[in-house]
C-alpha cells in the first residue's frame, strides 16, 4: 500500500519541524513549502493526498493560494489552519476551497484523525468511480477454457495478482491481453484507484508523448490550454500500455524515468512531477529480439519485464473454442431476447477446425455477426462467415520472427492434414524426418491437430 502523501505550507521553521516529525512518526509522508510560489511549485511536482496550509503566509493568505491549487487539482483536499480564527474567515475558506478550518494551536492528534478521514473519503470517492466504471463495463473473466494453456495461465496470474511491480503480457493481437491487465488491475493492490489504458501503435511519436505526458500552455502549436497527461490520470492506479513494442524510441527513456524515478515532465514544462503508477505493458512483438535489433531500449525492457505472463493464441488450445464461443453467444442473446444462442455440431465442430488469425476477437466478431445474421435458433455451419487473410494480418506477420513465421506456416499446414506428418511434409516440400525434428525444436503437438472432420 502507498504511504499517505502531506504537503505542508508554513512559514514558521519550528513549526514545520514538529508537525513534520509527528506526522512522520506515525507514516506520512511530508514535504515542505514556506510560500505561495513555492506550495504551488511543490503541489503540482508532488501530488499530495492532502495539503495543510498556515493562513497567513510571507506573501499573501491561505485564501489566494486555495483556488490556484484547486486549478492544478480539484481532487485533493485542502486544510487551512489559523491563529485568528473567525466564522467569517471559516465560511470564506470553505468557500475558496477547504476542506477543514482548524484554529491554532492544533491538537496534533485531532489533525492526524482528521487528515485520515479526508484520505479516506477520497480513496472511497476514487473506489465509487472505479466501481462505476466497472460495472458500466462487461466485464470478461479472462481465464474461459479447460486446456492445459489456459489452466497455466491463471495459476501464473493469480500468483502474481498482488504484486505491485510490472508486468509485461505477451500474445498474439486479439488473444485477451488487454482483458487480463484489467483483471489483474481489479484483483490487485491499487483495484481503487484508476486504470488507465493506451495503445501506443495507434499514435505518432509527438501524439504519444502528448497523451502519456501532457503539456502546458504554449508548449507547441495549437496548445492553447494545458493538458494533464494520461500518467497523472492514472496516478495511485495502473496505467496499461497496450503495444509496448511500437513505442517510438524517442519516448522509451522518459518512460523508463517514470518508472525508476516516479518523475517526470509535461511537454513545455522545467519542472518534474511526482507520480505513483504500477503499470501492465502488452506486446505481440518479441521484445527480447526487437532489443536486440535495437528496435526497444534494453534497459526499458528488464525494467517492464520484471513479471511476464504470456496469452496463448487461440488455435494452440482448441479444445477451449466450445467454451468461448457459447459463452459469447449467451451474452450476445440475452439482450436480444434470444436467451442463450446454440450451436449445431457442424457449426462447433467449424469453429474448433478454423485456424483464427485473429484470436479471441475474430471468434466474438464471427459470432456477433451470425446471431445478427441467422434467422434464430440454433447457429449451423451456414451462418458462420469467416474472414480471408486481410492486410491486417499480412501486417502482423511483418512483427514476427522467422521462426515465429515458420511456426504459425507449420501448424496451418497440420490443420489442414489433420496433423498427419507424412501429408504435411509431402505439403511443405520438406522431408518427413526434418518435420519432425521441426515440430520438436518448435515445441508442437502435432496430436492437438488431429480432429475427426466435421
Given at each position: 500500500m502507498?504511504?499517505?502523501r502531506?504537503?505542508?505550507?508554513?512559514?514558521?521553521?519550528?513549526?514545520r519541524?514538529?508537525m513534520?516529525?509527528?506526522l512522520?512518526?506515525?507514516?506520512?509522508?511530508?514535504d515542505e513549502?514556506?510560500s505561495l510560489?513555492?506550495?504551488?511549485?511543490?503541489?503540482?511536482?508532488?501530488?499530495?493526498d492532502?495539503?495543510?496550509?498556515?493562513?497567513r503566509l510571507?506573501?499573501g493568505?491561505?485564501?489566494e493560494l486555495?483556488?490556484?491549487?484547486?486549478?492544478?487539482?480539484?481532487?485533493?483536499?485542502?486544510?487551512?489552519l489559523t491563529?485568528?480564527?473567525s466564522?467569517?474567515?471559516?465560511?470564506?475558506?470553505?468557500?475558496e476551497?477547504?476542506?477543514?478550518?482548524?484554529?491554532?494551536?492544533?491538537?496534533?492528534?485531532?489533525?492526524?484523525?482528521?487528515l485520515?478521514?479526508?484520505v479516506?473519503?477520497?480513496?472511497e470517492?476514487?473506489r465509487?468511480?472505479?466501481?462505476?466504471?466497472?460495472t458500466?463495463?462487461?466485464?470478461v473473466?479472462?481465464?474461459i477454457?479447460?486446456?492445459?494453456?489456459?489452466?497455466?495461465?491463471?495459476?501464473?496470474?493469480?500468483?502474481?495478482q498482488?504484486?505491485?511491480?510490472p508486468v509485461l503480457i505477451?500474445?498474439?493481437?486479439?488473444?485477451?491481453?488487454?482483458?487480463?491487465?484489467r483483471?489483474?488491475?481489479?484483483?490487485?493492490?491499487?483495484?481503487?484507484?484508476?486504470?488507465?489504458?493506451?495503445?501506443?501503435?495507434a499514435?505518432?511519436?509527438?501524439l504519444?508523448?502528448?497523451e502519456?505526458?501532457?503539456?502546458?500552455?504554449?508548449?507547441?502549436?495549437?496548445?492553447?490550454?494545458?493538458?494533464?497527461?494520461?500518467?497523472?490520470?492514472?496516478?495511485?492506479?495502473?496505467?496499461f500500455?497496450?503495444e509496448m513494442?511500437?513505442?517510438?524510441?524517442?519516448?522509451q527513456?522518459k518512460?523508463?524515468?517514470?518508472?525508476?524515478?516516479?518523475?517526470?515532465r509535461?511537454?513545455?514544462d522545467?519542472?518534474?512531477?511526482?507520480?505513483?503508477?504500477r503499470?501492465?505493458?502488452a506486446?505481440?512483438q518479441?521484445?527480447?529480439?526487437?532489443?536486440?535489433?535495437?528496435?526497444f531500449?534494453?534497459?526499458?525492457y528488464?525494467?517492464?519485464?520484471?513479471?511476464?505472463?504470456?496469452?496463448?493464441?487461440l488455435?494452440?488450445?482448441?479444445?477451449?473454442i466450445?467454451?468461448?464461443?457459447?459463452h459469447?453467444l449467451?451474452e450476445?442473446g440475452r439482450?436480444?431476447?434470444?436467451g442463450g444462442?446454440g450451436?449445431?455440431?457442424?457449426?462447433?465442430s467449424?469453429l474448433?477446425?478454423?485456424?483464427w488469425?485473429?484470436?479471441?476477437r475474430?471468434?466474438?466478431?464471427?459470432?456477433e455477426?451470425?446471431v445478427?445474421?441467422?434467422?434464430g435458433?440454433?447457429?449451423?455451419r451456414?451462418?458462420?462467415?469467416?474472414e480471408?487473410?486481410t492486410d491486417?494480418?499480412h501486417?502482423?506477420?511483418?512483427?514476427l520472427?522467422?521462426?515465429?513465421?515458420?511456426?504459425?506456416?507449420?501448424?496451418r499446414?497440420l490443420?489442414k492434414?489433420?496433423?498427419?506428418?507424412?501429408?504435411?511434409?509431402?505439403?511443405?516440400?520438406?522431408p518427413?524426418s526434418s518435420l519432425?525434428?521441426?515440430?520438436?525444436?518448435?515445441g508442437i503437438?502435432?496430436?492437438?491437430?488431429?480432429?475427426?472432420?466435421?
Amino acid at each position: 500500500m502507498t504511504r499517505t502523501r502531506i504537503l505542508l505550507v508554513d512559514d514558521e521553521p519550528g513549526v514545520r519541524l514538529g508537525m513534520r516529525g509527528y506526522l512522520t512518526a506515525r507514516g506520512f509522508d511530508v514535504d515542505e513549502a514556506t510560500s505561495l510560489a513555492e506550495a504551488q511549485e511543490q503541489f503540482r511536482a508532488q501530488r499530495p493526498d492532502v495539503a495543510v496550509v498556515d493562513y497567513r503566509l510571507t506573501d499573501g493568505t491561505a485564501l489566494e493560494l486555495l483556488p490556484r491549487l484547486k486549478e492544478i487539482d480539484a481532487a485533493v483536499p485542502l486544510v487551512v489552519l489559523t491563529g485568528h480564527g473567525s466564522i467569517e474567515l471559516a465560511v470564506q475558506a470553505v468557500k475558496e476551497g477547504a476542506e477543514q478550518f482548524l484554529t491554532k494551536p492544533v491538537e496534533m492528534a485531532v489533525l492526524t484523525v482528521v487528515l485520515e478521514r479526508l484520505v479516506a473519503q477520497r480513496r472511497e470517492r476514487q473506489r465509487l468511480r472505479a466501481d462505476q466504471s466497472r460495472t458500466a463495463r462487461t466485464s470478461v473473466d479472462p481465464f474461459i477454457g479447460a486446456s492445459a494453456a489456459i489452466r497455466g495461465l491463471r495459476a501464473e496470474a493469480e500468483r502474481i495478482q498482488h504484486s505491485d511491480s510490472p508486468v509485461l503480457i505477451t500474445g498474439e493481437t486479439g488473444s485477451g491481453k488487454s482483458v487480463l491487465a484489467r483483471w489483474l488491475h481489479e484483483g490487485g493492490p491499487r483495484a481503487d484507484a484508476p486504470f488507465v489504458d493506451l495503445n501506443c501503435a495507434a499514435l505518432s511519436k509527438d501524439l504519444l508523448d502528448s497523451e502519456l505526458f501532457g503539456h502546458e500552455k504554449g508548449a507547441f502549436t495549437g496548445a492553447v490550454n494545458a493538458k494533464q497527461g494520461l500518467l497523472e490520470v492514472a496516478d495511485r492506479g495502473t496505467l496499461f500500455l497496450d503495444e509496448m513494442g511500437d513505442m517510438d524510441l524517442a519516448v522509451q527513456p522518459k518512460l523508463l524515468k517514470v518508472l525508476e524515478e516516479k518523475r517526470f515532465r509535461r511537454l513545455g514544462d522545467v519542472k518534474d512531477r511526482r507520480v505513483d503508477v504500477r503499470l501492465i505493458a502488452a506486446t505481440h512483438q518479441d521484445l527480447g529480439t526487437a532489443t536486440r535489433e535495437k528496435r526497444f531500449r534494453g534497459d526499458l525492457y528488464f525494467r517492464v519485464s520484471t513479471l511476464i505472463l504470456h496469452v496463448p493464441a487461440l488455435r494452440e488450445r482448441p479444445e477451449d473454442i466450445p467454451l468461448l464461443a457459447h459463452h459469447f453467444l449467451e451474452e450476445m442473446g440475452r439482450p436480444r431476447g434470444r436467451g442463450g444462442v446454440g450451436l449445431q455440431p457442424d457449426a462447433e465442430s467449424a469453429l474448433v477446425r478454423y485456424p483464427w488469425p485473429g484470436n479471441i476477437r475474430e471468434l466474438r466478431n464471427v459470432l456477433e455477426r451470425a446471431v445478427l445474421l441467422s434467422g434464430g435458433g440454433p447457429l449451423s455451419r451456414g451462418d458462420l462467415r469467416f474472414e480471408p487473410a486481410t492486410d491486417d494480418t499480412h501486417q502482423e506477420d511483418e512483427h514476427l520472427t522467422l521462426e515465429e513465421l515458420e511456426r504459425r506456416h507449420i501448424e496451418r499446414v497440420l490443420r489442414k492434414e489433420n496433423g498427419h506428418v507424412e501429408r504435411a511434409a509431402l505439403r511443405l516440400g520438406i522431408p518427413r524426418s526434418s518435420l519432425y525434428e521441426r515440430l520438436k525444436r518448435l515445441g508442437i503437438n502435432r496430436s492437438g491437430f488431429q480432429k475427426p472432420d466435421p
